[in-house]
């Protein structure tokens, strides 16, 4: 059987936030040259070409997915599955220059749990909808073509924000989102505003930052070994009183996606006082779904560094119940 590469010349490295960028907006603006000249199936030619050579020359992200993998598939992960793994990741760089463009047609986008998410809009306070870095976030714009008046603005962290608007602005100058920083004195109040104006606020609730040891992190049992999960997006949910909803937008091979709506939590009659007790229930259920969708679609995790040590020690922590 083929395995992965897998003695281990260094420590990974385990604070994703201090890896560098392997993404360069020049490289970028080519390929978003090519794809959208030469079409999909070309583009598709050359993403295998780059999808081994980074598997084969890749160490630290190589074995990160190895970690990932013989968690998630329940036995040894072999050279296929790093492959698999790398592929799908970028097959979902290379359709977001289509996505971000306007090229729906391109692709069978099927979306389950909409009716749920459209009931709780209808009601005008907006939605939060927690996602993962697994899948596609792009294709879950499939639902305004639908819905045009369902907007999104997503969270990030400043510095992520301005790389995000160059990457925007490479792909398609004309492109616009709304980005709402996070860390900073205003965000809760710049979330509730988007979310009184009926917009979907996107957080992506997977990642911790370990050097922020005040960040509030939750040990949770996640594929078989337990790790810190960031408690911060459930507890501002909670605070502003909205409804929650798990989203994913999976790839599945070929032009194929399947976006995911998973009501998660709805805080809006949550007092203060079973405000902790629901942010921990929405919690172990985050974990949960997101254990069931790795498993069940393995190779669309995108987080490529050292996953199980990356939070901050336990008695870092800050005790539960002590938000703003």
């Known amino acids: 059987m083929l395995t992965w590469p897998w003695k281990r010349q260094q420590p990974l490295e385990t604070d994703w936030s201090r890896q560098q960028e392997r993404s360069n907006i020049p490289l970028l603006r080519i390929m978003t040259t090519i794809s ?19 598997t084969l020359f890749s160490p630290a992200a190589r074995h990160a997915s190895r970690a990932y993998m013989d968690r998630a598939l329940g036995r040894e992960a072999n050279w296929i599955d790093g492959y698999r793994h790398v592929f799908t990741f970028a097959s979902t760089i290379l359709d977001r220059i289509y996505l971000l463009n306007g090229r729906f047609d391109l692709f069978d ?32 714009r499939a639902l305004g073509r639908q819905h045009p008046d369902m907007e999104v603005a997503i969270t990030m962290y400043e510095e992520n924000a301005h790389k995000l608007n ?12 709304d980005v709402i920083a996070l860390g900073r004195f205003d965000t809760m109040l ?7 104006r009926g917009y979907m606020i996107g957080m992506l609730a997977d990642r911790t930052l370990s050097q922020r040891a005040t960040d509030p992190v939750q040990q949770c049992s996640f594929l078989g070994t ?3 999960f960031p408690t911060g ?3 501002m949910a909670a605070m502003l009183r909205r409804p929650v909803f798990f ?9 194929r996606y399947d976006v995911h709506f998973v009501p998660l939590a709805d805080f809006t009659q949550t007092g203060r006082g079973q405000r902790e007790a629901a942010v921990q229930s929405a919690l172990a259920g985050y974990v ?26 336990l008695s870092e922590q800050p005790p539960p119940g002590n938000e703003p």
């Open 233 to 235: 997006p459930l507890r």
């Open 166 to 177: 160059d990457v925007l602005q490479s792909i398609n100058p004309a492109m616009r989102q």
């Open 226 to 228: 337990p790790t810190g």
């Open 190 to 196: 710049k979330v509730r505003d988007y979310l009184d």
């Open 288 to 313: 949960g779904l997101l254990e069931n969708f790795c498993r069940s679609a393995p190779y669309n995790w995108f987080n490529f560094y050292d996953f199980w040590h990356a939070g901050p020690p």
């Open 247 to 255: 989203i994913t937008g999976l790839y599945r091979g070929g032009n």
């Open 36 to 54: 959208l000249a030469l079409g999909r199936p070309v583009g598709r030619v050359l993403l295998r070409l780059i999808a081994a050579y980074f």
């Open 109 to 140: 986008i099927r979306l389950h749990g909409e009716a749920q998410l459209e009931a709780a809009m209808a009601q005008g306070r907006g939605a939060i909808l927690l996602g993962a870095h697994l899948g596609s976030f792009e294709v879950v």
